[in-house]
């Protein structure tokens, strides 16, 4: 069994880290270091599915779990993602029941779903170390759904209903740009899809998922049921590492802004 799936279906509250630089290194070291849930991001993120591969391997090679936020839910990407080796998925931009029926069965061999058959010689089943791999793939795969446009909350309990959705992931800054509010998720327009959602979720018996952030922390997410919450990312960790550090230094050499700070290497 998928050990992040097992844990959100025994409702436990997972947390997770951003994998944005496509590094493994990166990576690896953020798992040794208290995050060993990462998300690699395909959407937004530096890198292909080779790169995210590497990453994958650095982050189990460490003791770790990934997931993957795929760019698109095309039948291609979903496929050649789970033949090499990740079980774990978000995908972005779902606003219909069809869409979401798509995916599931893009993610799924017959008769379950029409997923194309390769399942000897791939990753996901150790290249063939594994005869029982697409028997039992339906069971390891996590897929989960981003809920980030107001048309996706519209259609939210018949998306929630497809067979084959195991969560709703919310995206809450695309959620509100999807109503002219970009960067405004505390103003009560999101706030509002954002209870909506909840609620929707609640009703349907469907996890949620989400990052921290629109005025949330991990404290008050898990609160209000969210069982997979992604945090900080490589890219924020590495660039405010390097502002804290360079007022440090600033501060020991008396500058009072950073262009006039002396140069140090």
Partial sequence: MNPIKQRI????????????????????????????????DGEHGIGGIEEAVHVARAVEAAGGEVVMRVPDGSETTLKRVLDRGIRSLIVPQ??????????????????????????????????????DYATNAHDELLLMVQIEHHQAVENLAAIAAVPGIDMLFVGPNDLAASIGKMERMLEPEPQALLKTIEDGAAKAGKPLGTIVGAGRDFADLARLGYRFIIGTNDVSLIVNGARQAAAERDRQL??????AAVKTY
Wanted: glycine content about 10%; proline content about 7%.
């Fill in 94 to 131: 779902v606003n219909t029941a069809d869409y979401a029926r798509s995916i599931a069965e893009f993610c799924t061999y017959p008769a379950r779903g029409r997923r194309g058959y390769a399942a000897p010689i791939v990753r996901a089943s150790r290249y063939g170390a594994r005869p």
């Fill in 9 to 40: 279906l025994a409702g436990e509250t997972v947390t997770a880290a951003w994998s944005e630089m496509g590094s493994p290194d990166n990576a690896e070291a953020m798992v040794m270091n208290g995050w060993p849930v990462i998300v690699i």
């Fill in 254 to 259: 008396g500058v009072a802004d950073e262009t």
